[in-house]
């Protein structure tokens, strides 16, 4: 035991403790916020750089596998029925700084299924329906315009309706009154 203490004690205490560079600061990570999906199968995390820097990992609950990185991703939603993630997709912080025009966001939609990460079109926000089976994508507006495009897809297939110039969008429980069935009122009558 003595000889130990007497090893580790010749040694400088330089040489045991490196000098941290800059480059060392941009590697620290803070854990944001997290989520677990509706099944409780996949738990998504944001993680912040010191340097601005942000991405999600998505990884199964049970800290099976490795970790997905979604670099750049931020407001991540699972759906309902547990099988997607979709989140934003920006840049680099020195992609941003290169543009000639400002970075839109871009829908990032992971299939939790495969593990696929489809980057799809630009997006100023998105929304789930309550089952999970379509996802309502608006669309930035252009400059001209008060309203951006909105796209409506079906994840699993991929065929989406555009619907152009919308300002607002939310899912509704009940169609409208005029696409409901018509229901008859009183008694049928039959001619004789």
């Known amino acids: ?28 990570e803070t854990l944001g916020a ?10 998504v995390s944001a993680i912040t750089r010191v340097d601005g820097e942000r991405e999600l990992r998505l ?4 800290a099976g596998g490795e970790a997905q990185v979604l670099e750049h991703g931020r407001s991540p939603v699972f759906s ?6 979709a989140y934003r997709k920006g840049v680099s912080s020195d992609e941003a700084e ?3 025009e400002p970075v839109k966001d871009r829908l990032g939609l992971v299939d939790l299924e495969s593990g696929v990460d489809s980057v799809l079109f630009n997006v100023s926000g998105f929304e789930f329906r ?11 507006p252009a400059s001209d315009s008060v309203g951006g495009d ?6 699993n297939t991929g065929v989406h309706s555009l619907i152009g110039n919308v300002d607002d969008f939310m899912w509704q429980d009940e169609p409208p009154s005029w696409q409901r069935p018509c229901e008859p009122r009183g008694e049928a009558r039959t001619a004789s």
């Open 1 to 28: 035991m003595a000889a130990t203490g007497l090893m580790m004690s010749a040694v400088p205490a330089a040489a045991q403790q490196r000098t941290l560079e800059p480059a060392d600061y941009r590697q620290w």
């Open 34 to 43: 997290f989520e677990l999906d509706p099944a409780g199968q996949w738990l």
């Open 59 to 62: 990884r199964r609950s049970d």
């Open 80 to 85: 309902a029925n547990g099988r997607w993630l």
């Open 98 to 100: 290169a543009a000639e």
């Open 130 to 140: 309550d089952d999970g089976a379509w996802i309502a994508a608006h669309g930035a």
């Open 150 to 155: 909105l796209i409506i897809m079906d994840p």
